[in-house]
């Protein structure tokens, strides 16, 4: 999958989050950051075309990886908020919670997405070898990526409205 389907699988992952934390509060003010990280992160686990030492579709596109993803995405909130206001443990643990959701769905989606192809992934490593794949269609298949692009940003978009 390519980077514009990726970034729609990851908002239309992240969607519920959003709408959990706009419902219970959460100023936009917080969540517009946690979406756009989102979104970056979203194309993370590709880091490895762009090295010698990662092979495509290895570490960097695991559970673990993923949760590895999701632990730093929290410091990294909780830290950047601290640094502005000093917050309640409530807040902290809600802070921290949306962090570690950000990051790890961000990394999930993307494990997704390319399951969905026939090159696969093997999500579960080290655990197990085993590669998941649905060979639905093609990473560079124009349509799925655009269709997934669409999907996502209307289900943000969607689950925004609704909550205001």
């Not at 709408?19 to 517009?32: D, K, M, N, Q, S």
């Not at 590895?68 to 640094?83: C, D, K, W």
């Not at 349509?143 to 289900?155: C, E």
């Amino acid at each position: 999958m390519y980077q514009e389907g990726h970034i729609g699988l990851s908002l239309l992952f992240y969607a519920p989050i959003a709408y959990a934390y706009l419902y219970i509060g959460t100023a936009w003010y917080i969540l517009l950051p946690a979406t756009l990280t989102a979104i970056t992160l979203s194309n993370l686990p590709d880091i490895d075309l762009k090295t010698t030492f990662l092979t495509h579709r290895g570490f960097t596109h695991t559970i673990l990886f993923a949760l590895i993803i999701g632990i730093l995405t929290a410091f990294l909130f909780l830290g950047t908020i601290s640094l502005f206001q000093t917050l309640p443990i409530e807040q902290r643990i809600t802070t921290w919670l949306l962090g570690f959701l950000t990051g790890t769905t961000a990394i999930t989606s993307h494990i997704f997405g390319d399951m969905l192809t026939p090159m696969g992934v093997k999500p579960l490593w080290p655990f197990t070898n085993k590669k998941i794949t649905a060979k639905m269609f093609k990473a560079q298949n124009r349509l799925a990526n655009t269709t997934f692009l669409m999907a996502g940003v209307f289900t943000f978009t969607s689950i925004i409205w609704l909550s205001i």
